[in-house]
């Protein structure tokens, strides 16, 4: 039995906001995108399946929580949410917010373009905001 | 009100396999990859925070019992789940059984390769042992 950590490239790749019932609550260092990556604290889970099903219900609720909060704060054309993890096997759950005048709409964001950096007030503002959102 | 029906582009790009008490089951007509779609059938639906909180709840039952068909029948290494719809937006969810040879592999399929037509022999039986493994 292994402790929970999390995977060293979306420690690199994302700031922490948030820790929820279940899940870390990340936002993606790409200003391209609002961009939030939910990681369930369950050690060595890979697909949403290896969640028990008491696990999976609150791993739903949260995704809807944070799907609400981009809704409300940035009213994006379209929510994409998607557990992939073909590079990164940890499960975590992508949430992003979409725009039809974004860099890749229609396209799916992964490969298309580099991440762009944040502006560090941005950064801040933008972190804030979520976190007051969700409501802790 | 409107009543539910599936967007034609779903229609042309997938063969119906099922319904559950939420959702359609199509598969999507891609033999580079085992690919189910789950459809809630209500109408004027976006995303998945547009479902009641029960609705949720039998989403994602449907969702995990997709995926531990896919998980059952074809050993993938990984699952990708995914609700996108910057395309297609009635609210569908992609469960892809993804494999380190895969064409894509460990890039998202989307855009990726034109689809695969089907041998008739394999859609029917592929067809055929999932419906069998939902357990209908």
Redesign the interface.
């Known amino acids: 039995m292994t402790a929970f950590s999390l995977d060293p490239r979306l420690t690199a790749d994302c700031e922490w906001l948030a820790d929820l019932a279940l899940c870390k609550v990340l936002l993606l260092k790409d200003a391209n995108y609002p961009w939030l990556v939910l990681v369930p604290q369950v050690a060595n889970c890979?697909?949403?399946?290896d969640l028990s099903d008491t696990q999976?219900?609150q791993f739903?609720r949260e995704?809807?929580a944070v799907?609400?909060v981009l809704?409300q704060l940035f009213k994006p054309d379209?929510?994409?949410?998607?557990?992939?993890?073909?590079?990164v096997?940890q499960l975590h759950i992508h949430h992003i917010a979409?725009f039809k005048n974004d860099i890749s709409?229609?396209?799916?964001v992964?490969?298309q373009h580099p991440a762009k950096s944040y502006d560090a007030d941005l950064l801040a503002e933008r972190s804030a905001k979520i976190v007051q959102l969700l409501n802790l």
Chains 1, 2 share one sequence.
């Open positions: 890979k697909e949403i399946i999976q219900e739903w995704s809807a799907s609400r809704q379209k929510l994409n949410v998607a557990a992939l993890g073909n590079m096997p979409r709409w229609p396209k799916p992964w490969g």
